[in-house]
């Protein structure tokens, strides 16, 4: 699921971390608490940091909601967060990822319907 995420064309904003520098957004860290982007998950995958599929896709949703939060929904990265999470939805479905779930009140509306 996160490789195909991160091969998307709207996700290319989220392959890596935030640089507040680079960016010239001084701020960010005093907003955004908790960073998180596809790339640091891919990192987490590899070093088996994740013990269940729901820790996973709450980083998934972090990299979405940190985006909405900084950004607005309507700004230009709000609308790739849009189509990126779009493209999760998808994704989402066609793994069958609630079949996974180790936790049968896990809120997958959640997940799905963030905008």
């Avoid at 891919?42 to 820790?55: M, P, R, S």
């Amino acid at each position: 699921m996160i490789q195909n995420l991160s091969k998307s064309n709207s996700a290319w904003i989220f392959r890596e971390a935030v640089d507040p520098e680079k960016l010239q957004i001084p701020d960010y860290f005093s907003i955004i608490i908790k960073p998180m982007d596809f790339g640091t998950i891919t990192k987490k995958l590899k070093n088996h940091e994740y013990y269940k599929i729901e820790t996973f896709l709450e980083d998934i949703i972090l990299v979405f909601n940190n985006c909405v939060r900084y950004n607005g929904v309507n700004s230009q990265p709000g609308k790739l967060c849009q189509e990126t999470h779009k493209e999760f939805r998808t994704l989402y479905q066609q793994l069958n990822i609630a079949f996974y779930l180790s936790d049968p009140d896990y809120e997958q509306q959640k997940l799905l319907e963030m905008f």
